[in-house]
């Protein structure tokens, strides 16, 4: 297993926390705005439920999980299937193995990406291999999964309707699942992210598909590890089976609460406003400290570059008690960028920026 990345940034934390107005943490993608009333409500009110919940989700939650991919994903609500997942990280790091992947299997991932699709096929024995070309993969016939993501963690590049479609098609011909990690769909800026399970990409034909999504970024639960999983009802239901096996099951209070969050769009809005704002500020003040930004047209994170070692540019801006993720993390080609995430309070992003413009 590859070393747990966010360890070997524990000195550049240590630098940028002896700052004398204190660290601003835009290191990782962590809420840290208040959980909506709404949805603590429905936590609290589901809290006395002493008996297991299903594995599968509760009738309230599939039927909103059905309407919210139906609303927002364009997906068939008679032909998807879906399955709640104890956030969605546990999903993709699992995946692999709940598909009865392993030795000998190919496992595709983009070349900068998530560093848990690795960690996942890794988990499952199966081979790695960074591709953001199908022609790249030349004539193997060994794999068994591709794993898409766009919005990108951590670029924010947004892959076109007809780029997903060849993917699709290219696994289709193979028999290869696609996954694809939507979690940051509802956060698009400088371009409209489209799923997998939109008709423009699926033509309304789900089979080996799969898109993960996830509560935490839009509706500030990531300490519920509220997430789901759509597509293929036939992959959906060997995922259950495996599940119900493994006690891998979503605590009742935890699937109320997702049916609330997932019934009101009021409060994604205003989260959007704020990372918005946020985004604006940071952008501003890293173009006017020279850097360069990439894709970055979606999701919770810029992705700034001043052309030289990741690590370089990561103490350079501990040095200013700004700490951020060196591109490395998530793969040998995002080594001479960082990754800057818009989680911080007010107060703290206009603290990075104030640093950054006094430079």
Known sequence: MPDFPWDLLEPAKALAGRHPDGIVDLSVGTPVDPVPAL????????????GYPLTAGSPALRAALTGWVARACG????????????????????????LG?????????????????????????????RADSLTALGPTSRVRLIWVNSPSNPTGRVLPPAHLRKIVDWARERGVVVASDECYLSLGW??????????????????NLLAVHSLSKRSNLAGYRAGFVAGDRGLVGEL???????????????????????????HVTEQRVRYAARREV??????????????????????????????TTVNWLAERGILV??????????????????????ERVAAAADRLTAS
Request: contains cysteine; hydrophobic residues 45%.
């Open 282 to 311: 940071l952008r501003d003040a890293l173009t006017k400290a020279g850097f360069t930004l990439g894709h970055s047209e979606a999701g919770l994170y810029l992705w700034a570059s001043r052309d030289e070692d990741c690590w």
């Open 190 to 207: 400088e371009e409209t992210p489209t799923s997998v399970l939109s008709a423009e990409v699926a033509g309304g034909n789900y089979t």
């Open 75 to 98: 997906a068939d609500p008679e032909g998807v299937g879906v399955l709640p997942t104890i956030g969605s990280k546990e999903l993709v790091a699992w995946l692999p193995t709940l």
């Open 240 to 266: 259950l089976a495996v599940r119900k096996h493994a006690g891998m099951i979503l605590p009742a209070p935890v699937q109320a609460a997702m049916v609330a969050a997932l019934g009101d769009e009021e």
């Open 39 to 50: 949805i603590q409500a429905a936590l609290s009110a589901a809290s006395d439920t002493p």
């Open 325 to 346: 993720a060196p591109g490395d993390f998530y793969g040998p080609t995002g080594n001479r960028h960082v990754r800057v995430a818009l989680t911080a309070t007010d």
């Open 101 to 129: 992947i392993g030795p000998g299997d190919v496992v595709v991932i983009p070349q900068v990406c998530y560093p848990t699709y690795e960690v996942g096929a890794r988990l499952a024995g199966a081979e790695v291999v």
